[in-house]
């Protein structure tokens, strides 16, 4: 997996690597090395607070030790967060899928799908995009190619009532897992996040210890913009983990590292392109090396 965040973080790890670069082994870190190396990480989309506080743990560090520092600093930050993923004790493992249009929502959603099937799990989706008729197209293609069952109803249905359908399905047909895709419009609307309550709601009087994780998927290009998605996510939705989409060589990547410093996110897994295989778990230490360009150690 460290080849697909090297590809995926290259933009930025050459940014990184040519304020490293100005450093001199056996001599001190000056103010102007340590200055190119902060510029370079906020332009890697980690946010100015983020950066600053990278630079503030490799100050003293000797120049030769400032790569490996740093790198270390990195996997602490990102691991401080990982936390353990939660299993159903009872029953089917409910996940609520969440994110503003145009994230890679509904890919993710097919994505996670895969990895389940490869596992050797049944699979069940629930299209609760009720308000977009092509949401439920687009599910319904992705269930037809994976060989899973999808729940829907007709355009404009209540997402809660789609969500219920599909627990009692899973319930019904001893399913491992039952992945719900919810609306997507954007995420300061506070109709939208009720809605997310209201299918929480009934989901446990299914699965009373569900939904077990609610996954926020962001568009990995989009940099500080995802940090807000996340806030707002996570006041109203209970987000427990993060899917980081679209990086490809085109995200620059760092956003990962503010949303686990200020928010207390954990990263679950990285989307790398169109094809449903194009998934991975997320790994600190590859992340890191992916970004620094050289191996991260703790």
């Not at 990195?74 to 145009?102: F, Q």
């Not at 293609?141 to 359908?165: C, M, N, T, Y």
Request: proline share 2%; net charge negative; with cysteine.
């Amino acid at each position: 997996m460290a080849n697909i965040f090297r590809r995926a973080l290259s933009r930025s790890r050459d940014r990184i690597a040519g304020a490293l670069a100005g450093l001199v082994p056996g001599r001190r870190v000056d103010a102007a090395t340590l200055q190119d190396l902060e510029a370079a990480l906020i332009g890697a989309d980690i946010g100015a607070e983020t950066a600053i506080d990278l630079i503030d743990s490799v100050r003293e560090a000797r120049a030769e030790d400032v790569r490996a520092a740093l790198a270390a600093e990195m996997v602490r930050v990102l691991e401080a967060v990982s936390g353990d993923v939660a299993e159903a004790e009872t029953g089917p493992k409910v996940v609520l899928v969440v994110g503003v249009n145009g994230s890679g929502k509904t890919t993710s959603i097919a994505k996670l799908t895969r990895l389940h099937l490869d596992r050797g799990e049944k699979v069940l989706i629930a299209a609760a995009d009720t308000f977009r008729a092509a949401a439920v197209e687009q599910l319904r293609l992705w269930a037809d190619r994976l060989g899973v069952e999808l729940i829907a109803q007709a355009s404009g249905a209540d997402p809660a009532a789609v969500a219920f359908d599909a627990c009692q399905a899973a319930v019904a047909r001893g399913s491992d897992v039952v992945f719900i895709d919810t609306a997507g419009r954007l995420h300061t609307q506070g109709n939208l996040m009720s809605e997310l309550e209201k299918i929480r709601r009934v989901t446990r009087k299914v699965v009373p210890d569900g939904p077990h994780e609610v996954l926020l998927v962001l568009d990995g290009t989009t940099g500080q913009n995802g940090l807000r998605q996340a806030e707002e996510f996570l006041q109203s939705a209970g987000v427990t983990g993060l899917v980081l989409t679209k990086l490809d060589g085109t995200a620059k990547g760092g956003v990962a590292l503010t949303i686990a410093r200020r928010i207390g996110l954990p990263i679950r897994f990285v989307g790398t392109g169109e094809r449903d295989s194009d998934l991975a778990e997320f790994n600190a230490t590859e992340y890191v090396d992916g970004l620094l360009g050289t191996e991260a150690t703790q």
